[in-house]
């Protein structure tokens, strides 16, 4: 059936009009009311001819890219000792806080160019596992791998309390809104299916309250909607539930009925779990991204209903590259290069790091991708800005500033009137993007700061590890010791992170080995799936070996333990009696190995690979086909 021209009214034509119009049965325009009707067999009139559509457009659209940074790379970075793990802004105190995955936070306070270092903890034995900041700005939560959460007061950068858990905390986050006199804290743990209420201030150590029977399996994100005074929360089965900080805990009035009627279940249908839920700044919606399917989706917040779906998947990014229609086309080493990165993404001490930003006006969303920060207008739906498509890293965790730091309090109809140059700076906005990156122990701050000087934006914040030695004997350390390395293994690279001030002899071993090409094309001779990989072995049968003094040399224990993945570890034969061979752990915690085991450093980059010779056929330990190290490049 042809296609009716929306131009023109639609009428049936009678017996005699047909006639009327000559043996071959053609109709005039005029006759016909100059369109052809759905009885008339046909092709179809071409879609130039209907009116064409309207592109919807943002109104005062510049004024809010105007608000967001205005360079494109990245301005300055700044130093963890360890490689980040979250980054945050606070509303209203201007304190932009970072974390590491030593159990470190920093507080720096948001300055009329930039941001100024102001104090630093050690709050966690271990990773800290999430971060949460009050809507007020004035209380800042952290929880770690040793089962604590500490609270702060963020204005005074100082620790208010410690609350003891049974088990780590999966995802932490203030209920309450800006004007609450009494603050709460939501605390989902390891292994529970309930949620704990704690005192905000601290002065109870136990749960005010719980929510129970909300969710069937442990809750790993969670998000307070201040206009509605409602929170999102999301569990390991992929289901999101509404639901009231205070009273019953039901779901809030003026909110969608029935959640069949929602797109509260396309989690539940991919078998997916959102690994961030973020509000938007009025309320009205929330953003999430979720893994394995890697979507970005953002949510009407009162209807529940889906209102936007981005597809960052692997297979997709992938096929656009190969047809052409990415962002940026890429060459093929690079965006295999980039493809990698990606890929450890879904390692699971990643995954929960990956989120999802709005700006100030509610109408962009920011988030890292292979291409760089991508800054999208949700309503016309197209990218308005990519941050960083040329640095040499992946954002991950993100924060938006959009303040003006040093805005006057009061200003008087004389000062607005007047052309103090002084006033306009203060008034002067000065927005900073800050992202964390794959892998890597520096932040980096976005600016209108255009003047990008490579040679200087790196700052070394944090003191040299070798700063103690002197003289010549600490150049001879450390042309002895490295602080990372690349395996380049037949399989492909795993970059690792070395502990020179832990194993300072255990590095020096490797580090000299691997110079020297001792591991060239040796092999990896013991693999077992869920535990570890084994190599260093120039016979390759895990009997062969010695160190570069000659002979075996004594463990090195520190705090660090057998508790992450990817722990790079001394084989031995027993107490003292380190050669050539390590291993690389595949299991989150090996308890039994602490003391045993010299830990010299951990794989922070090409895991995938690591899953790949841990996958590989085996036959009693060792693999069928041989897995080598072609070479070993230092840091």
Known sequence: MSSENPTAQSRKRSHDELEGNGKNGRTNADDAGESSSDDDLGPALPAAIGPKKKRRKLPYEKLYVAALPASPRYHKSLMHKEQLS??????????????????????????????????????????????????????????????????????????????????????????????????????????????????????????????????????????????????????????????????????????????????????????????????????????????PDRKIRIFDFSTGKLYRTYDEAIITLTEMQQAGTALQKLEDVDFGRRLAVERDLEQPNTRGKVNVIFDESGHFILYGSILGIKAINTLTNRVIKVFGKDEPFRAVNLALYQGAPQKKGVVTAQMAASSNPLLAEAEERDPLLVCTAAGKVRFYMFSNDDTINKSTRDVNNEKPKQLGLRGRGAEEKQTQSGTGATIHTSYGDIQIRLFPEAAPKAVENFVTHSRNGYYNNTIFHRVIRKFMIQCGDPLGDGTGGESIWGKEFEDEFSTLKHDKLYTVSMANAGPNTNGSQFFITTVEKAPWLDNKHTIFGRAVRGLDVVHRIENARVYKEKPEEDIKIVSISVE
């Not at 507080?107 to 104090?119: C, D, I, Q, Y």
């Not at 004007?179 to 605390?187: D, F, G, I, K």
């Not at 005010?208 to 442990?218: A, C, G, M, R, Y």
């Open 86 to 291: 979250f980054i945050t802004t606070t509303p209203v105190t201007d304190f932009l806080i970072t974390t590491s995955t030593d159990g470190v936070v920093k507080f720096w306070k948001k300055v009329s160019a930039g941001v100024e270092f102001v104090k630093e903890y050690k709050v966690h034995d271990g990773e800290i596992r999430c971060i949460s900041v009050s809507q007020d700005g004035r209380s800042l939560a952290t929880a770690g791998a040793d089962s604590t959460v500490k609270i702060f007061d963020v204005a005074a950068y100082d620790l208010l309390s410690m609350l003891e858990l049974s088990s780590p905390a999966q995802s932490i986050c203030w209920v309450h809104n800006r004007a609450a006199s009494l603050p709460l804290l939501a605390v989902a743990e390891e292994g529970n299916n309930d949620i704990k209420i704690f005192d905000g201030r601290g002065e109870k150590t136990d749960p005010i309250e719980s929510v129970t029977n909300l969710h069937k399996t442990p809750v790993t994100v969670m998000a307070y909607n201040n206009a509605y005074n409602c929170v999102v929360s999301a569990d390991e089965g992929g289901m999101i539930e509404y639901w009231s900080p205070s009273g019953t805990h039901e779901k809030p009035e003026g909110l969608f009925e029935y959640k069949s009627s929602t797109n509260l279940f396309e989690f539940k249908k991919s078998k997916s779990v959102p690994s961030s839920i973020t509000m938007s700044p009025s309320g009205s919606q929330f953003a999430t991204f979720s893994f």
